[in-house]
């Protein structure tokens, strides 16, 4: 792998087509859509994820967000969240379990993808 050094204390490495490998001492991470342009980081898209790991063996990851990709995943799950809870209320209270065009069309209501 063709490590570049970006600043005096980080690394990376383009993987063409996915993202690049960052690293800063013994932590790495994966970022998304991201190139390296002269010698600097550049994104081509405003939300990512950013998966890192950590640790002598790079074993322990965790996820961040970068961009707006955190609020987007939040509002995502009310709405998903907010359909559940009417489809409930649907069977609970007028005993009927609405069909997948009926729930297709109530996701199109409530805005969900």
């Known amino acids: 792998m063709?490590?570049?050094s970006i600043d005096k204390s980080t690394e990376a490495a383009e993987i063409p087509g996915a993202g690049c490998l960052i690293r800063v001492g013994k932590l790495m991470s994966f970022a998304p859509?991201?190139?390296i342009k002269d010698g600097k980081l550049a994104a081509s898209s405003s939300c990512s994820t950013i998966?890192?790991?950590s640790g002598s063996d790079l074993t322990s990851a965790s996820t961040?967000?970068?961009?707006?990709?955190?609020?987007k995943?939040?509002?995502?799950?009310?709405?998903?969240?907010?359909?559940?809870k009417v489809n409930k209320f649907i069977i609970e209270t007028w005993k009927i379990t609405p069909t997948s065009k009926q729930l297709k069309a109530?996701?199109?209501l409530l805005k969900t993808p």
């Open 2 to 4: 063709n490590w570049v």
């Open 33 to 35: 859509n991201v190139t």
């Open 51 to 53: 998966i890192s790991f």
């Open 64 to 71: 961040g967000w970068v961009g707006d990709a955190g609020t």
């Open 73 to 84: 995943l939040d509002n995502l799950l009310k709405a998903r969240d907010t359909l559940a």
């Open 106 to 108: 109530l996701e199109r």
